[in-house]
């Protein structure tokens, strides 16, 4: 009897899609004693005691059952009425999808809209979930590197030159992960005059909009002519401490979202039940611990941003999220070499640049939502290897 390897049923696709090299590291930090993590994207904040007691009160309530498949309408509603505060006008009935958090909105909105050799515009550095999920979509992802001396906005010059006829959609993600980038209205107003001459959509993922600490956040989908263009993503994983509870959203055209409702159904029905009477409450409920994480969120940023450019790695002081993507060049290491070397020896874990993209290599990706203490503790540890790095 023939014994077949496992691995021979495994899919070409499957076999071509790389890892996650945020988790990679992680996951070494995480077979290490007494490191200090700035690497995952994920607030030390516990979510907010409101929240946490509203689902109590809906499995108290007996609301056990699956919701519409787009949603609770309550929950629907209120996303699209708190959507109002950028300028953003979207009907609960069928403009809108509650997802299992932002990235499965992201999966979807691109097998809703991608044909086979598509070819998807992203910006990097990026978020490293985009490409395997274009890919996934059958689809082609086509990076935009952006440049340090342009505090990593994408630039009209770079993106006219990148579209073909196979060119579907522009990827943003405003504030970015992992710079902070955050584009205002006259970086976007020009982005999307290109947009609108090619007759192309943008996938606009915003997840972080509420963390934005000088300016205003701009929503793509609120520039002229672009709502019917434009499918925002975003959910309540950041802004309220919520990573676990899997809750996001994704709004735009109806013909699009009625179409990822048909794939929505198929994969996952629905959203949790107890998630979405979560998110109902963070929406409705008192803010106070929202501005008190930004406040706190902000204080950090400035701590570590001082730390790392005292130290002489060079590092902007970015106007959104909570990463710091300073440089590593003088070291004279890869990004993948610093990483690796420094939680190796000083165990502080940060991510290597190099896996948002190319224009991420001689970077590394900070984040700074965790305690001061730790933050403190990572600097004379980060400091002291810069010190004796060889």
Not at 109 to 133: K, M, Q
Not at 210 to 218: C, M, N, Q, R, T
Not at 321 to 344: H, N
Request: with cysteine; glycine share 6%.
């Amino acid at each position: 009897m023939m014994v077949t390897k496992s691995s021979h049923f495994v899919s070409e696709l499957a076999n071509s899609i790389q890892p996650s090299g945020i988790r990679r590291f992680f996951d070494l930090a995480s077979q290490m004693e007494d490191v200090v993590s700035l690497g995952v994207g994920e607030p030390d904040f516990t979510t907010p005691w409101n929240i946490i007691e509203a689902s109590y009160h809906s499995l108290e309530q007996g609301y056990t059952a699956y919701t519409s498949n787009a949603g609770l309408f309550s929950l629907r509603r209120e996303i699209c009425r708190y959507l109002t505060k950028y300028d953003l006008d979207y009907n609960p009935e069928d403009e809108i999808l509650v997802t299992v958090g932002a990235s499965q909105a992201i999966d979807l909105v691109l097998r809703a809209t991608i044909d086979r050799g598509d070819e998807v515009i992203i910006v990097n550095p990026g978020f490293v979930s985009y490409i395997p999920l274009i890919q996934m979509a059958g689809g082609k992802a086509v990076p935009l590197e952006t440049k340090a001396e342009n505090q990593f906005k994408p630039t009209p010059e770079q993106l006219e030159p990148l579209i073909t006829a196979k060119t579907k959609a522009v990827f943003l993600c405003n504030p970015n992960n992992p710079t902070g980038t955050v584009l205002s209205r006259n970086d976007l107003e020009p982005i999307a005059q290109i947009v609108k001459d090619h007759d192309l959509l943008v996938y606009s993922d915003e997840i972080y909009a509420e963390l934005i600490y000088e300016d205003d956040h701009v929503s793509t989908g609120a520039l002229e002519g672009m709502k019917e263009r434009t499918i925002i993503i975003s959910g309540f994983s950041k802004a309220f401490a919520m990573t676990g509870w899997r809750l996001g959203y994704a709004v735009g055209p109806k013909e699009i979202i009625q179409a990822m409702l048909k794939i929505h159904q198929s994969s996952m029905m629905c959203a949790s039940t107890m998630a979405q009477y979560a998110g109902l409450e963070a929406l409705t409920g008192n803010s106070d611990n929202v501005k008190r994480m930004v406040r706190s969120y902000r204080q950090r940023r400035n701590y570590l941003v001082h730390q790392l450019n005292s130290m002489g790695l060079d590092c902007e002081s970015p106007g959104g999220a909570f990463y710091l993507f300073p440089s590593i060049k003088k070291t004279g290491l890869s990004s993948e070499e610093f990483a690796e070397r420094l939680l190796v020896s000083e165990k502080v874990a940060v991510v290597p640049g190099s896996v948002f993209g190319e224009s991420g290599e001689g970077y590394i990706r900070c984040s700074y939502a965790t305690s001061m203490t730790q933050l403190e503790e990572a600097s004379k540890r980060i400091q002291r290897f810069v010190e004796n790095v060889e």
